[in-house]
């Protein structure tokens, strides 16, 4: 029998393979002529990758010049690149290696887990680590360890270098002040007309006995110099010892550890103090003149700063529930009040009003007694929290993390000093403090796992404190001391005050009505 079934042959459509939109990303860490040649050269590589890729489409190779890895947030381009991959435009990265993407493990692996959540992935090209294929985490962990760990000793290397330098005197000045330029023989030499407006600041500061205020206002209202003056520059220009020929070199430095942040020299390091290293513009006497000048004026705004500013009890520990702002000390009807700072300044954008210091210490003593009366309830709630708390277990491993780097610390400082005996070569020098910085980093991170449990027996111990504090006193008018051991900081609204204890706890008392001529 013959069916009627007609049959209809559909024509397979090909299916195509999507293709993903891909970035390439290029550092170089500094600006020399063979790093920028380097550079260009994986700029053009990038370019010629992705683009002869049948299944890729290149979205853009974002560049960074001159910038180092360990700090992502001065690197525009890799900022620009991961707005994009938040934007959906990219799918997929691929970079040189590790230590071109951040030196920095931490960061690292933080901006990864951020791209794998927006299914972006990244492959490194050098440790052929693609975070698209699993178990990658791992190998990234110990590849940036070693990248980061590199980069600090890298770091510690030319700090190591640049102290030497100035202990023999010898300077490399990158930034010249003011009143002085570089000649074709890189010789530095005066500006002259930069040199006239130095003097002039001189000559009103001392001999007119006109501010630093004024001679801002004069240098900008007159266009002087053709540049935005500033009152700290012109301080600045008057502390300079450089404008009579001298330099005091490590005035700032640049810390060891891992973040590497400038800070202020106050005695840390030894200074080196050369004479005659610049042009002279002008006479030493005038120098030390402006900054004995500078100096008395300063102890005398610090005098009247404390004056001000004196510490009561409260002070810094008041918030305002409603607009978060500090609640800052004043007199109303000559008696104490504490208000918040956005209030008192316009009573429109806050209106929590004042509360009078008298009522924070009523608020306080019932607090006490509340507590004292009590007592099973926190003992209850110490219990409580104990049961969460890390054991002893772990309290020996920490202790024995610090002794550990603690040894490494006097490790590294005995290797400066072999270094500097010229005990060891430089190649040993970086083969070791490669080690000890490797160790470091990883009981670092060990220790940061187990602090997480020990941040909760924090609770325990305050909980004691407060426990203890109240057992052994009986305070009948307020104590400032008790008051410290106990709260840690107050938090104010329209109804009520919140007494935050040391311990996580709070404790509620109502507000009185107030007076309403009272801000």
Not at 216 to 231: A, F, P, Q, T, V
Not at 296 to 312: C, F, L, P, V
Not at 321 to 328: E, I
Request: aromatic share 8%; proline share 1%; charged share 30%.
């Amino acid at each position: 029998m013959t069916s009627d079934r007609k049959v209809t042959i559909i024509q397979p459509e090909r299916i195509q393979n999507q293709r993903l939109s891909v970035a390439g990303y290029v550092r170089v860490s500094s600006d020399s002529e063979e790093q920028l040649h380097s550079f260009q050269s994986q700029l053009n590589y990038f370019h010629h990758l992705i683009e002869n890729d049948r299944n890729s489409i290149l979205v853009d190779v974002y560049v960074d010049e001159g910038i180092t890895g360990t700090r992502i947030d001065k690197r525009d381009g890799f900022n620009r690149m991961i707005r994009d991959c938040n934007n959906g435009k990219i799918d997929r990265i691929i970079t040189k290696s590790i230590s071109r993407f951040a030196r920095n493990i931490i960061e690292t692996l933080r901006v990864l887990r951020e791209l794998k959540a927006l299914g972006v992935s990244v492959y490194f090209e050098s440790e052929h680590i693609d975070t698209a294929v699993g178990g990658s985490e791992v190998m990234l962990s110990v590849y940036s360890i070693l990248a980061e760990n590199e980069s600090k000793t890298i770091a510690l290397n030319q700090r190591w270098a640049f102290r030497k330098r100035a202990e023999k005197g010898i300077y490399n000045q990158s930034h010249l002040p003011y009143g002085y330029i570089r000649n074709e023989n890189n010789e530095i030499i005066v500006n002259e007309d930069e040199a006239e407006i130095v003097r002039m600041v001189y000559d009103m500061y001392l001999n007119q006995n006109i501010s630093t205020v004024k001679i801002e206002e004069y240098l900008n209202s007159n266009h002087i110099g053709n540049r935005k003056w500033s009152r700290g520059g012109i301080t600045g220009m008057l502390v300079n010892e450089r404008y009579c020929g001298d330099m005091l070199l490590q005035k700032k430095y640049t810390t060891d550890d891992f973040p590497y942040r400038l800070i202020r020299n106050k005695g840390d390091i030894a200074q080196y103090y050369i004479y005659d290293a610049f042009p002279k513009i002008i006479e030493r006497e005038m120098v030390k003149k402006s900054k004995d000048k500078l100096l008395k004026a300063k102890e005398k705004y610090n005098k009247k700063q404390t004056k001000e500013n004196t510490i009561y009890p409260f002070t810094s520990m008041i918030k305002c529930l409603n607009c978060g702002s500090k609640f800052k000390r004043k007199m109303m009807k000559r008696l104490p009040y504490w208000s918040c700072v956005k209030h008192s300044k316009n009573a429109k954008d806050c209106e929590i009003k004042a509360i009078s210091e008298q009522e924070l210490i009523n608020g306080f003593v019932n607090v006490y007694h509340r507590l004292k009366d009590n007592l099973f309830m926190l003992e209850e709630y110490q219990e409580h929290i104990k049961d969460c708390s890390m054991n002893q277990e772990i309290r020996d491993e920490l202790i024995d993390i610090e002794q550990q780097l603690e040894s490494i610390h006097k490790e590294k400082i005995q290797l400066y000093h072999y270094m500097e005996e010229n005990i060891i070569d430089f190649q040993i020098f970086s083969k070791k403090m490669n080690e000890l910085q490797l160790n470091k980093t990883l009981l670092e991170m060990e220790k940061t796992k187990k602090s997480e449990k020990v941040l909760r027996n924090l609770e325990v111990i305050e909980t004691a404190s407060i426990i203890n504090t109240l057992v052994m006193s009986d305070m009948k008018n307020f104590d400032e001391e008790i008051f410290s051991r106990i709260v840690d900081s107050i938090d104010v609204d329209e109804k009520d005050i919140y007494f935050n204890l040391k311990n996580e706890l709070k404790v509620k008392i109502e507000r009185k009505r107030m007076n309403k001529n009272v801000n």
